[in-house]
Nanobody, 125 residues
Framework: HVQLVESGGGSVQAGGSLRLSCAASGNTASRKLMGWFRQAPGKEREGVAAINTWYGNTYIYDSVRGRFTISRDNAKNAMYLQMNSLKPEDTAMYYC???????????????????WGQGTQVTVS
């Protein structure tokens, strides 16, 4: 069983930064793959970034590459999304997700992630 708790969302001006955190607990094998998804009103949920928490390899969505960085601290059972140079189009509910394995990194499919956090709102004005 895996539990995910997100924090770090909020409202910022364009050009600002936020760091989202995801605290994880439960079976480590079940959360080997972790990722961030976002969903804006009226739009489908889209993958933002993912990381293999055991090996450290990552994927970053094209539209945020160069601005966002995904990382993890296994000692703290935490995953992070550093968001810089934020744009209004980044406004969305951001979700932490986990899975024992995934078949696709590009694109990321929400259906491949079994465990989800409650979401944290990011608003960029």
């Amino acid at each position: 069983h895996v539990q995910l708790v997100e924090s770090g969302g909020g409202s910022v001006q364009a050009g600002g930064s936020l760091r989202l955190s995801c605290a994880a607990s439960g079976n480590t094998a079940s959360r080997k793959l972790m990722g961030w998804f976002r969903q804006a009103p009226g739009k489908e949920r889209e993958g933002v970034a993912a990381i293999n928490t055991w090996y450290g390899n990552t994927y970053i969505y094209d539209s945020v590459r160069g601005r966002f960085t995904i990382s993890r601290d296994n000692a703290k059972n935490a995953m992070y999304l550093q968001m810089n140079s934020l744009k209004p189009e980044d406004t969305a509910m951001y979700y932490c997700a986990a899975a024992p394995r995934i078949t696709s990194w590009a694109p990321l499919y929400p259906s491949e992630f079994q465990y989800w956090g409650q979401g944290t709102q990011v608003t960029v004005s």
